[in-house]
């Protein structure tokens, strides 16, 4: 993957909305990226080549599938472009703040080819919850994907 984000990092979003993007993430995202809800609560910044493929992949479902219907209509009503000021911040809208019960403590995860923004509580409680299903059955359950960890 060209960008290759990747680690976790605690911020805080300030009274205004606005979210300082960790240095090791800003030369990835670049002055000017897409921020949208993401799955489980939490938001996903893109690079505007991701945004991009992402978009190609989302414009080629059926329009007859609900489900599809329902991951396009989420991804793209919720998708802002966000642009990092002089101080290495975004602007974070109300609706995505709220979206992803963003209040004030933040925790910024690299995955791969986006940064996922998460609330610390919601993050908490989201691996609280995936450790307890346990890692080894999930990485079974992948097995036919080939991935090889």
Sequence with gaps: MSNGFMGEFQHSIDGK???????????GLGNRFVVTKGLDKCLSAYPRDQWQKLEEKLAALPTTDPNARGIVRMIFSGATECEIDKQGRI????????????????VLVG?????????????????????????????????GFNIGI
Excluded: H
């Excluded at 602007?91 to 403590?105: C, I, M, Q, S, V």
């Excluded at 908490?124 to 079974?140: F, G, L, N, P």
């Design 17 to 27: 909305g606005r979210l300082i993007v960790p240095a090791k993430f800003r030369d």
């Design 91 to 106: 602007l974070l809208p109300a609706n995505l703040r709220e979206y992803a019960k963003l209040d004030k403590d933040v």
């Design 111 to 143: 995955i791969s080819n986006r940064v996922e923004i998460w609330s610390k509580d919601v993050w908490a409680e989201y691996q609280e919850m995936t450790e307890a299903s346990s890692y080894e059955e999930m990485a079974e359950k992948l097995t």
